[in-house]
């Protein structure tokens, strides 16, 4: 899970995933939504130095079970994600991705997300694009109409089978490519990821707005 993102765009002093949400930090609530899916045998963070000792806590107060670790984060989200990958254990057999801010997954969509993985080798929760989207050229120009039927907005938890995620992420520091996502770099080794149709409440906070959507979530959720 990497959250050593900055959250600038929050206007905040704290990391997105250390902003207080009902009392609790992003960070907890979205680690609790792990704390039941099947087969869970390790925990790692990837965050910033000046935030691994409050990451600890937290990890300490929401597993008893995991094996839970805490490596420091790097430049880039990619970056992050290949020093956790360095912590996991060689017999893991599926690694799951998830961004530390997206607090309302639901556990069986984590599920859902599992069971693919586990059939395909990759699997994403995402969700149908609603707006239609441009392809931009210089000068703003539109170039590009997709067809909108085709396009879905990729979300997290991606899951992998452990094998084929190392050799994606061996592949990008070689060739020196830099993904969007881990499926992205999945599907540059050639492993096949498919999606799996989570929840719009699955979403990246990002913006002040977002932080507004979840506390009232996070009421609905608690009622």
Excluded at 88 to 97: D, F
Excluded at 104 to 109: E, G
Aim: with cysteine.
């Amino acid at each position: 899970m990497p959250a050593a993102g900055a959250g600038t765009r929050l206007g905040g002093e704290a990391p997105k995933p250390y902003l207080e949400l009902g009392g609790k930090t992003v960070l907890e609530h979205t680690l609790r939504k792990f704390v039941n899916v099947s087969g869970l045998g390790e925990v790692i963070v990837s965050t910033t130095p000046d935030y691994m000792e409050q990451t600890r806590k937290i990890l300490d107060t929401v597993f008893s079970g995991p094996i839970c670790h805490v490596v420091e984060g790097g430049e880039e989200r990619q970056d992050s994600i290949r020093n956790a990958l360095a912590k996991i254990s060689g017999k893991t057999g599926l690694i799951a991705v998830h961004d530390a801010v997206r607090p309302f997954v639901s556990p069986d969509d984590i599920e859902k997300c599992i069971v693919e993985a586990s059939r395909w080798g990759g699997a994403v929760l995402a969700v149908p694009a609603k707006d239609t989207i441009k392809v931009v050229g210089k000068d703003s120009e539109i170039v590009e109409t997709p067809d909108r039927n085709k396009l879905w907005l990729a979300q997290t938890p991606q899951i992998f089978w452990a094998a084929l995620l190392r050799e994606a992420y061996d592949n990008a520091k070689t060739y020196n490519i830099l993904g969007s996502d881990d499926a992205s770099l999945v599907e540059q080794v050639g492993g096949k990821v498919v999606l799996v149709e989570g929840s719009t409440k699955n979403f990246k906070i990002t913006f002040p707005i977002d932080l507004k959507i979840s506390t009232y979530l996070l009421k609905e959720e608690n009622a």
